[in-house]
Nanobody, 111 residues
């Protein structure tokens, strides 16, 4: 599986960003797709997950601000992030079934 990753960048607190990851290559469909994030020097942490049927789970810290969606036909997962806080700054990793991982998208949040 290879990933085409996009989005990310630098925003001020309160701003919004949209991340996307498209899976390419030879594979069957994925049950779950999701996002984790990692701050340098800290453990990677779960952010959000979406099943093939559209059921979602979120970390408590993002549940009211982030929205995960997916396009099954395009094997793509999205993460809409609103009202970003400095604590959201991290490298965001998309994944499929927590087996196939993207290389990471950098998100900076600072004034």
């Amino acid at each position: 599986v290879q990933w085409v990753e996009s989005g990310g960048g630098s925003v001020q607190p309160g701003g919004s960003l949209r991340l996307s990851c498209e899976a390419t290559g030879s594979f069957f469909s994925f049950d779950d797709m999701g996002w984790d994030r990692q701050v340098p020097g800290k453990q990677r942490e779960f952010v959000a997950k979406i099943t093939r049927g559209g059921s979602t789970n979120y970390a408590d810290s993002v549940t009211t601000r982030f929205t995960i969606t997916r396009d099954n036909a395009r094997n793509t997962v999205f993460l809409e992030m609103n009202n970003l806080e400095p604590e959201d700054a991290a490298v965001y990793y998309c994944n499929a079934d927590r087996i196939h991982w993207g290389k990471g998208i950098v998100v900076n949040v600072s004034s």
